[in-house]
């Protein structure tokens, strides 16, 4: 599903080069469940935006279901980032003034989906992640828990082949955090790849295979039994 | 995938705009006010160039006048001719009446006064002009009934009396014929013998027209003219015609130059293109300040659509991970600022239309409502929208994702 070869990722900083990931190789099969985990600055979260196709390598290779991305115009990593990532924040990333099924219904619009289509399928991912009756409230008449699964049937709704999660239980409290993993699991188990990128090392643990970095470098890639907490 | 289909943008724009409803009206506002100011004001120009058009249309065709005395001010005709001196002499007159046929076709003279004129109990305020037979030909204004007088009227100086329709409707009852009516001008009885055709302007129809025989004899004492009417043979050689009796008269008053002279001719094509010249200008002027007003509105545009731009960056983010493409964002600002431009527009033409249309039926102002105004305000007001909504909406569509999402 994702392949990561020599990738590198530099910001030019005045006259400091600033390596945020150093000649990376990473691969992702499909239907894995990847915890990556690093403190912050440690390059987690460009490594993320170019796996969210939100940013280009400066070198190396990265082939999302077997296409290359690196010689994508924005407009086509934008048509890949519509088709086949779904993005989970920590802060939800809702729009305010929308109502949840209208927040999900948005990649369904820039999919070119028509409106009845689009309603029926917004109202049926809310149904999945059990927010039935919740449809019609604006983001700040939910709980965090809600607004998280809102957030995450919006990501799922053009059935993307992976899920991208930055920090997804950072801005909730342990209990919801856990239900929100365990929809995780069950979402993997219906075949999404799921990636989450975390600085937690209890949330992280929560994943199949976790994968380690530390100033731009992989440090361990494992699966999550044999990682030494 | 389809494309990004207008409607949505539609959608998202109206959805936007709805949720801030009174700055949108603000900023629509602008616009609004430029459009209609650009309508009302070119109507208002338009109505004044047409109100002189017609004002000198009504004077006669190919006309020249000689006035006795200077020049004054500016303009060269003279509305009010009842505080003129009269400087012609029979000599002057007859001289202008000695020109072949294919130089004059009439010549009248023409000397006036205010008066008081009476009729039973009842009485109203006219100019009182004396004349001869030729006025009604060269100023093209003819009795609608009853008839002009003759020459042998002149002749006789007989007390008769041409009225005009606004001393007829301010003396007489509606519908009374006047015709054999004794009339007092100044104290002096007169026989109404016809009715002036109306002509619109206040000043043309509150007019009585008596022998300047008569008027000489009763009404001024003198024996001169304030000025001699003239209808030139054609209208090219009019210029000419002008130098020529200039030059005679000034040869037969014994004066060397224009400058020293005791009276100057006025040229009917000179009123004309002064007229218009004057209230092309006036239009133009108009129509600039509304246009300025419309730019202003526009950049009002632009400033909300900025602000826009910047409060909802993370908004913007958030669509682009969702894979909103430049355009889909673009197409979504640009929407919303064409939206308020051409929603300003639209209720500006409303209120133009209604504010030229009320200072015309209110304001007793002349208004000549074009549809090429409305059609360029309101074209003006869509091209603003573009322009001015075009750079917020390309600053939008140029962000980058990760940094928008960062926004907070």
């Known amino acids: ?229 | 995938m389809k494309t990004f289909k207008f409607t949505e943008s539609l959608k998202m724009s109206l959805r936007s705009i709805t949720s801030n409803k009174i700055r949108s009206f603000l900023t629509a506002l602008g616009v609004m006010i430029g459009v209609a100011a650009v309508i009302t004001l070119v109507a208002l120009g338009n109505g004044s160039q047409k109100a002189v058009e017609t004002s000198l249309q009504s004077l006669g065709s190919n006309l020249l006048i000689v006035y006795s005395g200077q020049p004054k001010g500016p303009s060269l005709v003279r509305r009010n001719t009842t505080n003129i001196a009269p400087a012609l002499s029979k000599d002057d007159l007859e001289f202008i009446k000695s020109l072949p046929e294919s130089m004059v076709l009439h010549a009248a003279p023409e000397s006036s006064a205010s008066g008081q004129v009476k009729y039973g109990n009842t009485n109203t305020g006219a100019t009182v002009v004396g004349t001869d037979t030729g006025y009604a030909a060269i100023r093209n204004f003819h009795p609608i009934y009853g008839s002009f007088f003759t020459q042998s009227d002149i002749d006789a100086r007989k007390p008769v009396a041409v009225i005009g329709s606004q001393v007829y409707k301010d003396l007489f009852d509606s519908g009374f014929d006047p015709l054999g009516q004794k009339i007092r001008i100044n104290g002096i009885g007169f026989k109404v013998i016809g009715i002036m055709e109306e002509k619109g302007s206040s000043s043309t129809d509150t007019q009585v027209f008596i022998p300047i025989s008569t008027f000489q004899k009763y009404i001024s004492g003198s024996s001169k003219y304030a000025l001699i009417n003239i209808q030139a043979a054609n209208l090219e050689t009019m210029r000419e015609l002008q130098k020529f009796i200039e030059d005679e008269l000034l040869h037969m008053h014994r004066i060397a130059s224009m400058d020293a002279a005791d009276f100057y001719i006025a040229n009917q094509l000179d009123l004309l293109s002064t007229m218009e010249g004057v209230a092309g200008t006036f239009t133009l002027l108009l129509a600039s300040i509304a246009a300025i007003s419309l730019i202003v509105g526009g950049i009002g545009i632009m400033n909300i659509m900025l602000v826009a731009v910047t409060e909802r960056t993370r908004e913007i983010g958030i669509r682009m991970s969702l894979g909103a493409k430049s355009k889909d964002i673009l197409s979504q600002f640009l929407t919303e600022a064409i939206i308020l431009s051409v929603g300003g527009g639209l209720i500006g033409i409303f209120i133009g239309i209604s504010a030229a249309y009320g200072a015309n039926r209110f304001g007793g102002m002349a208004s000549v409502i074009s549809v090429q105004s409305i059609l360029l305000a309101f074209g003006f007001a869509v091209i603003t929208g573009l322009f001015f909504g075009g750079y917020p909406a390309y600053q939008a569509s140029k962000l980058d994702p990760i940094e928008a999402l960062r926004y907070e």
């Open chain 1, 1 to 229: 599903m994702i392949k990561i070869k020599n990738l590198s990722r530099y910001y030019q900083m005045g006259p400091t080069t600033v390596k945020a990931i150093d000649d990376i190789d990473l691969s992702i099969g499909g239907g894995e469940f990847v915890s990556i985990i690093g403190p912050s600055g440690s390059g987690k979260s460009t490594l993320m935006n170019i796996i969210g196709c939100l940013d280009s390598p400066t070198s190396g290779t990265y082939t999302l279901a077997g296409e290359e991305t690196a010689a994508l115009s924005k407009d086509m990593l934008a048509e890949i980032r519509n088709r086949h990532i779904g993005f989970v924040f920590q802060n939800f990333n809702l729009l305010p003034r929308e109502s949840a099924v209208e927040n999900v219904e948005l990649p369904l619009i820039y999919a070119g989906v028509p409106v009845k289509e689009r309603r029926q399928r917004a109202l049926e991912i809310l149904k999945r992640v059990d927010l039935e009756g919740r449809e019609f409230h604006l983001p700040n008449e939910l709980s965090g828990g809600q607004r998280q699964r809102v957030a995450i049937a919006r990501a799922l709704a053009v059935n993307p082949k992976i899920l991208l999660a930055d920090e997804p239980t950072g801005a909730l409290d342990t209990k919801t955090g856990a239900q929100i993993m365990d929809l995780f699991r069950e979402l993997q188990s219906e075949g999404v790849t799921l990636i989450m990128v975390t600085h937690d090392r209890d949330v992280a643990a929560q994943g199949k295979r976790i994968v380690e970095i530390r100033d731009g470098h992989i440090l361990t890639d494992v699966p999550a039994e044999e990682w030494e907490k």
